[in-house]
């Protein structure tokens, strides 16, 4: 019987270059180096190392199973190694996803990203891994939405009898650390009205409902929660099969052709659209954006990563990107007002409580 293969995508900001901005070639070569050595021990069957903006992503394929505690502890590891390196170089904000000071046997909850699915390979496993910078893990709802659940993106909801029956939506309120499921497209609605809200319920993974089998998974956690302050933007990764029996490869980046509006940005305090690029321009800079998203594709085989194609590294993208530029003009001339800043309770950066202890003498109340 085959082995079911684990795809493991983990990221974190361990040190940006310039400022915010992007990753310096040290941090990968390091990342590289030690995730080649495990790689001859046989610890993992194959990896890729990459970046989206100033986030070092570790894409990994092993037969541990997820939320492994070896896998875990070897990210773990490799970010730690590289915030020495950051250091060494000065860069901005180095380890500053690393929440803890040492490891405790998984790293939910210790700062890094993590989308993870374990699988038994079909005869051809398609994949695509999401990466984005500036943005927060509520991202991910409009896309998903549409790939899963939307006839007017995915074809083969109306066409494909392998889909027809739909998915099922597995969603995290990330305020009050619980999940629900809805079963679509019955109970889209009720989804809906919960991942509209894309700061506070957050869709984590999704299921082929004719049998349970995974089709996608986003990583969940808010840095700002897990802190207790702010300490970054949480930057999130997703992870989506594609093709024979899941929606076609081309219906999972169509939603990307609309810069759908997400929360970041500057400070983490901002809406703004998302953009989507190729690797060479996942480099965020005007006012520490706009929002940026990469697509790495790969086929699996036996484990062994194909790729990665670079799936927004196409000009048919190029009037999405034009798009998301008039939109980051339009929402830039609103400076501190609201939409473009986020709403007082939403902020990660504020002063708001201070200024409020210092005006609350001079508040009148009215008759």
């Known amino acids: 019987m085959a082995e079911k293969i684990t795809l493991s995508a983990i990221k974190a900001d361990v040190g940006g270059f310039v400022g915010h901005s992007s990753m310096h070639p040290a941090l990968m070569e390091k990342a590289t180096e030690s995730l080649e050595s495990v790689k ?6 194959d990896f890729c190392v990459t ?6 992503e570790l894409i990994m ?17 490799i970010f730690v190694e590289c915030t020495e390196v950051a250091k060494e170089l000065k860069l901005y904000g180095a380890g500053q996803d690393l929440l803890s000071d040492a490891f405790s046997g998984n790293i939910k909850g210790m700062g890094p990203g993590c989308a993870e699915m374990e699988i038994l390979e079909r005869k051809s496993e398609p994949i695509i891994i999401f990466m984005a910078d500036k943005t927060s893990p509520g991202a991910w709802n409009y896309p998903l939405y549409k790939i899963f659940a939307d006839p007017f993106n995915t074809a083969g909801l109306v066409i494909d009898p392998s889909m027809h029956e739909g998915f099922i939506f597995e969603v995290l309120d990330v305020f009050q650390n619980r999940e629900i499921s809805f079963k679509c497209p019955e109970e889209l609605y009720d989804l809906l009205i919960l991942i509209g809200a894309t700061e506070h319920y957050i869709i984590k993974n999704i299921y082929r409902k004719t049998d349970n089998e995974i089709a996608a998974t986003s990583s969940t956690q808010k840095l700002n929660l897990l802190a207790g302050k702010y300490v970054g933007k949480d930057d999130p990764v997703m992870i989506i099969r594609c093709q024979s029996g899941f929606p076609a490869l081309g219906e999972v980046i169509e939603p990307f052709s609309f810069p759908h509006m997400v929360a970041g940005w500057m400070r983490g305090s901002h809406h703004g659209p998302i953009m989507p690029v190729s690797f060479e321009d996942a480099h965020p800079s005007r006012f520490d954006g706009p929002p940026r ?3 790495a594709a790969f086929q699996l085989s036996n484990g062994r990563l194909i790729g990665p ?11 999405s990107r034009k798009m998301a530029l008039d939109a980051a003009d339009y929402l830039r001339r609103h400076g501190p007002f609201e939409p473009h800043r986020l709403p007082l309770d939403e902020m990660e950066y504020t002063t708001f409580p201070a200024v409020m202890e210092k005006l609350k003498e001079r508040f009148k109340k009215l008759n």
């Not at 194609?309 to 000009?315: A, K, M, S, V, Y």
């Open 51 to 56: 970046h989206c903006g100033d986030d070092l």
């Open 40 to 45: 001859n021990q046989g610890l993992i069957i």
């Open 61 to 77: 394929t092993h037969e541990k199973g997820t939320e492994s505690g070896e896998i875990h502890k070897l990210a773990w590891d």
């Open 309 to 319: 194609q670079d799936l927004f590294c196409d000009p048919s993208f190029d009037n």
């Open 293 to 295: 998203v990469i697509a």
